[in-house]
């Protein structure tokens, strides 16, 4: 009999760039720029919130899934079902770690997906196809027609756009097949570097656009930085609930806390390994690619050349719509858009396939799949999931809701459980003492108390509003509340003027399925474990 | 915009800088994990 060698990372560094590179997506370069630039809730107020959220959350929860996660590695799981069996030692506790499961591959449903289009565009940009001129109704339409917006089915066939989701979703699961260490590792080892060099080409390139239209004085790059960054009233906003929403939100996704990956990849790290500042360099190098880099180029760009009605419209309308049209309008604008499409990409790839681990780690393990079975299982299973948020393109409506379920509610859900497992099932003392086994440096005392106490509290609070906002519709007022269903749930049931979505709930009945058939997964891996 | 952006840079050159002068652990790399008693059940 031979034995199989443990999969595991070759260096520190390669998990820190693998932890950085499931973090670093799309909404450092899209997302969190819209959101300082918000004239309501952004500015000062909003950057002193989502400091304080990283502060007192999204570090904090970070440190907490690196410690659970290397914890459940020494006891011989990778994945959340199993690191959670590990650690509850209770029938139920291995379903406590179903949404670990659950929550990355169907984030993975749709990510891979809109992966594709900025690979897409990259290519587009490369090449000249998306110079289309000044009319911003063109490349409106140029995402319409590469997306499907306007019909379902519309991008299958032998079109580009399905071709290159074809090559993505299929370079994703080539990278998985090598392995954590030559694949996930070795191309987050290549591609951070390269991502933040490009970034960094990109935001010389934008700090010396001046004024691209002499005509128009008020419209340069910084009265753009100006616009975004310039603090407002910060008294006022911080004393309104929806700035801290939305600053606690953005933390939470950033770091993909919550989300299962960090926990399966610190699960392959050794008893001795530190996670104290691997967790932080991880995290920091996400701020810096959100903040620094990020804040700096995107929202500034469009407005040096757009002005502010530009910047307003979303993630997706900013990085697809505004920004080639931007691009188009400067000095061998299609090799700086098909830079930006590639960072995307690349920002893309290294989230995506932290998605697929959690999966490969849980199948492997659980079931007792070889490398190819779980690969070829969890293909199956997300070439299904992708089928449908391709085929179902419409207004995005799939791909939307699966976003609304999995990718907002799930990671919020699975976040508050991670803190409150920590403290009080594997224990606050203990994990304390666990997190500093092997460190390089300590955490300061202060957030002995901040695990234990604020972050539960703080997240328990802004998960409730959260909820109460996104599900229930709460108009965010204390003083005169109002709650009018949201079209996520109009979308399920239906209301005046609102008809329900037979594709939304179509969508909702796959998820649910989906999470029937992992509860039944995992059912038969816990009577794999207890055999054992 | 300066602190924002110096305070996130200054972190993440700090912690570049401790990981890559830090300890080395020499038996990372291709090392045989130390079997212990209670880990002998399942290896």
């Not at chain 1, 699975?414 to 224990?427: C, D, K, P, R, S």
Request: aromatic share 14%; charged share 15%.
């Amino acid at each position: 009999m031979t034995t199989k060698q443990p999969d595991g990372w070759s260096s520190k560094l390669g998990v820190i760039m693998a932890v950085a590179g499931s973090a670093v997506g799309l909404g450092n370069f899209l997302r969190f720029p819209g959101l300082v630039a918000d004239k309501e809730t952004g500015g000062g107020a909003f950057l002193i919130a989502y400091f304080i959220s990283l502060l007192i959350v999204g570090l904090p929860i970070c440190w907490v899934e690196w410690t659970l996660g290397r914890f459940g590695g020494t006891q011989g799981f990778n994945s959340s079902p199993g690191i959670f069996h590990a650690i509850i030692k209770k029938p139920w506790g291995k379903y406590v770690g179903l949404l670990g499961f659950i929550i990355p591959v169907g984030v993975y449903f749709y990510y891979v997906v809109i992966e594709s289009w900025c690979l897409g565009y990259a290519w587009n940009s490369f090449t000249g196809g998306l110079d289309l001129g000044k009319d911003p109704k063109a490349y409106a339409d140029a995402f319409s027609a590469f997306t499907g917006l306007k019909a379902d089915g519309a991008v299958l066939g032998l079109g580009a756009p399905f071709l290159f989701f074809i090559g993505v979703f299929i370079l994703n699961f080539v990278i998985i097949y090598r392995g954590l260490s030559k694949g996930i590792e070795f191309i987050c080892n290549w591609g951070m570097p390269l991502l933040i060099a490009i970034a960094l080409i990109l935001l010389v390139r934008v700090l010396t656009l001046g004024t691209p239209d002499p005509t128009k004085p008020e419209l340069s790059v910084w009265s753009g930085l100006g616009y975004m960054w310039n603090p407002h009233d910060i008294s006022k906003g911080l004393s309104n609930p929806a700035v801290w929403l939305k600053a606690a939100s953005q933390i939470f996704f950033t770091l993909s806390v919550g989300f299962g990956v960090i926990i399966t990849y610190a699960s392959y790290l050794k008893k001795n390994d530190d996670v104290v500042l691997s967790g932080l360099t991880a995290t920091a190098a996400n701020e810096f690619c959100e903040v620094g880099l990020g804040g700096m180029i995107t929202v500034p760009a469009a407005f040096a050349f757009l002005g502010a009605s530009a910047v307003a419209g979303g993630t997706f309308a900013l990085g697809f719509n505004v920004l080639p049209q931007v691009f188009a309008g400067m000095p061998y604008g299609h090799l700086f858009g098909g830079l930006f499409f590639t960072l995307l990409f690349i920002a893309a790839i290294t989230s995506s396939l932290s998605m697929l681990q959690p999966g490969i780690a849980f199948l492997e393990e659980g079931l007792g799949l070889d490398r190819r079975g779980s690969v070829a299982l969890l293909g199956l299973v997300t070439a299904v999931g992708c089928t449908l948020v391709v085929y179902f393109s419409e207004g995005l409506k799939a791909l939307s809701t699966v976003d609304f379920w999995i990718g907002d509610i799930g990671i919020f859900l699975q976040g508050t459980i991670l803190i409150f497992v920590f403290n009080f099932a594997f224990g606050s003392e203990r994990g304390w003492t666990e997190a500093h086994h092997g460190a390089d440096i300590r955490i300061p005392r202060i957030f002995k108390f901040v695990i234990r106490w604020i972050s539960p509290t703080f997240l328990s609070v802004i998960f409730l509003m959260f909820v109460l906002k996104n599900v229930a519709g709460w108009n965010l007022s204390f003083s005169s509340p109002v709650f009018t269903p949201t079209d996520p749930i109009l979308d399920l049931i239906g209301g005046p003027g609102h008809p329900a979505s037979g594709v939304a709930r179509l969508t909702a009945f796959f998820l649910l399925l989906f999470a029937a058939f992992s509860a039944l997964m995992i059912h038969r891996a816990g009577k794999r474990w207890d055999a054992r | 915009m300066l602190i924002s952006v110096g305070a996130v840079t200054g972190l993440f050159v700090w912690c570049l800088i401790k990981v890559l002068t830090g300890k080395k652990n020499p038996e990372h790399l291709a090392h045989i994990e130390p079997v212990e008693t209670k880990d002998l059940d399942r290896r």
